[in-house]
């Protein structure tokens, strides 16, 4: 089964609008990490962020924000003022303690921003 | 960024024929990873590696195997490609498995297209 899921394929936004991917994650553990990487047109795997299961504080880093909630099960990436170079598949993912280091993706969201 | 190289790029094959995709790393991480990528399942790990000639199935290993003589080299091999094995390799580098929720770099990847 699936432990992480992006419910959104794909997502349109005109410039400057703000967008909010959804990763919804499954686990018993109690340790964990998640992670968001991006890929741009140019096909490479970028790393945006890692958070561990005790953290819950939400982060940002410049126009990228990660809101992290256990309660939910979810660590949504929201985009402020959105810019062209945004445009890119978004894969979330998840590391338990009981897999060890492996990770498990998302099917990914793929961002269109529109000038 | 991380020094990743996957080689070659791009290549077609025939059904049946033996391939051999090469990562190389300068970064001396003992971990490697082998992942496909595919429409709607993200990236899902094929092989990894956790030393020179120590290696282990992932989650989709049937019809691929591996071989790491060196540190910076982590060779994945389709004995007999199928048409289900197009698809786009990455190889992955992360520098310790004991730290759960060490963050992994991938290469630029790999696009097989197997007729």
């Known amino acids: 089964a699936q432990k992480v899921t992006q419910a959104q394929t794909e997502i349109s936004v005109v410039e400057k609008e703000d967008v909010t991917l959804d990763c919804v994650y499954e686990t018993r553990d109690t340790t964990y990490y998640l992670f968001w990487y991006k890929q741009p047109p140019s096909g490479e795997l970028v790393f945006l962020i890692r958070r561990n299961s005790f953290d819950e504080q939400n982060e940002i880093s410049g126009r990228y924000s990660w809101n992290f909630q256990k309660s939910t099960s979810s660590f949504n990436f929201t985009i402020t003022a959105s810019q062209v170079v945004d445009s890119a598949v978004y894969f979330c993912a998840l590391s338990e303690k009981a897999a060890g280091n492996k990770l498990t993706f998302g099917g990914g969201t793929r961002v269109l921003v529109k000038p | 960024d991380a020094g990743i190289t996957q080689s070659p790029r791009h290549k077609v094959t025939e059904t049946g024929t033996p391939v051999t995709l090469r990562c190389h790393q300068t970064e001396n991480h003992r971990y490697m990873y082998w992942y496909r990528q595919d429409p709607g399942h993200g990236l899902r790990l094929i092989h990894y590696?956790?030393?020179?000639?120590?290696?282990d199935k992932g989650e989709v290993s049937d019809g691929y195997s591996v071989s790491r003589s060196k540190t910076e080299d982590f060779l994945l091999t389709l004995e007999s490609a199928t048409s289900s094995q197009t698809s786009v390799y990455f190889c992955?580098?992360?520098?310790?498995?004991?730290?759960?929720?060490?963050?992994?770099?991938f290469g630029p990847g790999t696009r097989l297209l197997v007729l």
């Open positions: 992955a580098i992360s520098e310790d498995w004991t730290h759960l929720g060490e963050t992994q770099y």
């Open positions: 590696s956790y030393g020179v000639k120590d290696t």
